[in-house]
């Protein structure tokens, strides 16, 4: 229902919303962070958190060779992992930071906006990082257990942290703080995520104009609710991990493979550096056109292509519950998913990106095979009918004076 409202309202009135969902996380931030670091053996979380050599007391076994994190640097998991994270973080190849921009004046500096967030978003990382590995770091360290031990995954922020912080003084406070700065992120991504679709659809002609852009955003809404549903089941627990492991990262890092490749390479360097000094009055130097041209596609492709082998030959598995029959804490087998999960899986996977050579496909047809196999496609609206759809007299960059 908010999603919903949010939608409707348009960016210029919902835009209001955002100064309390994306300050309050920070304040929360703050307060969790003073009250973490001054637990009982926060710092020892601080340390596992920076120095991938540093072991807590459980983990140091008599008559076992230590084993350095930094061996998780030969996974290649890990790197897909961190690609897929630094994407969500900044809500790259989702569309939300192209909608979002589409508001601005044509002359807007989206250099400096870019790098500042960059440079904000990474600090904010960095800030929440020791925040909360200083509460994980003293719950394992009063328990004496290794902080591999402790939940992963959802489960850190509703199981592990939550436990620690069971543990404070002022718990009901600090949890309080904790579930609603969770809640405000959330909402902010959704908010982000329904902009990004809206501003495509109205740029387009994929719904037809008739339909009021609220029934559009409720009918959205709506439907993404029942596909939630199942997440929140007795079994749900199964399909997040599905999710999580083939959703919401390989798709990710091939939708942005093609939008740089798309940009850099059928689109054209030089065009695109012009296009960046009209806008900006700065050309971008040797160092950028190099990472859009070759670093970023390379370290892509090497990343995805590292990834599907050892995907293959090292499958992702499922904690398997099984009840608590072995007399430990230890309710989960790690187990293959099944042929149906693998399935879904490939589903999951090839839906989300191959919609775009599939375009470039019929586009390019009409030149190979001649003009009797140009398919009209709906994508482009005309000027008038993006200006009828930009909701709260929000007009299309270049179309217009009112902008957010």
């Not at 079994?235 to 740089?260: C, R, T």
């Amino acid at each position: 229902g908010i999603n919903a409202e949010y939608g409707v309202k348009g960016i210029k009135t919902s835009g209001k919303v955002v100064y309390v969902t994306a300050v309050f996380p920070f304040i929360a931030l703050l307060g969790l962070f003073i009250m973490g670091m001054t637990l009982e053996g926060a710092m020892e979380g601080v340390k596992y958190f920076f120095d991938p050599t540093y072991k807590f007391e459980a983990d140091i076994k008599e008559g076992e060779p230590e084993e350095s994190n930094w061996r998780h640097l030969y996974n290649p998991y890990c790197w897909l992992e961190a690609a897929a994270q630094i994407f969500y973080s900044l809500s790259l190849g989702f569309g939300s930071c192209i909608a979002f921009s589409s508001y601005n004046p044509p002359k807007t500096n989206f250099y400096k906006h870019a790098l500042g967030i960059s440079v904000v978003n990474s600090v904010t990382s960095l800030f929440a990082g020791v925040t909360i590995f200083a509460i994980v770091g003293s719950n394992a360290y009063t328990n004496k257990v290794s902080i591999d031990k402790l939940s992963t995954g959802p489960g850190l922020a509703f199981i592990a942290v939550s436990e620690a912080i069971a543990h404070t003084p002022a718990a009901q406070l600090w949890s309080a703080l904790f579930f609603i700065m969770l809640f405000m992120l959330g909402i902010d991504s959704q908010f982000a995520g329904i902009e990004g679709m809206m501003t495509a659809l109205d740029d387009t002609t994929l719904v037809p104009k008739k339909i009021p852009r609220p029934i559009v955003i409720a009918m959205f809404c709506g439907f993404s609710f029942i596909l939630g549903l199942p997440f929140g089941m007795q079994n749900g627990q199964y399909l997040v991990d599905l999710f999580d492991n083939f959703s919401a990262n390989f798709p990710l890092m091939m939708v942005a493979f093609f939008e740089v490749i798309s940009v850099s390479w059928v689109y054209g360097i030089n065009r695109f550096c012009t296009d960046f000094e009209e806008m900006t009055g700065y050309y971008p130097n040797i160092v950028w056109r190099a990472m859009w041209l070759v670093v970023t596609p390379l370290s892509l492709a090497a990343i995805l292509l590292y990834s599907l082998i050892d995907q293959l030959s090292n499958p992702i598995l499922y904690g398997e519950f099984v009840g608590c029959v072995t007399g430990d804490s230890n309710w989960t087998v790690d187990a293959n998913y099944p042929p149906w999960a693998w399935g879904l899986a490939g589903i999951l996977v090839f839906s989300s990106f191959l919609f775009i050579p599939a375009m470039a496909l019929i586009a390019f047809l009409p030149r190979i095979l001649g003009p009797d196999w140009n398919i009209p496609l709906p994508l482009v609206a005309d000027v008038e009918d993006r200006e009828l759809n930009k909701n709260g007299n929000i007009e299309m960059t270049g179309h217009g004076e009112n902008y957010a």
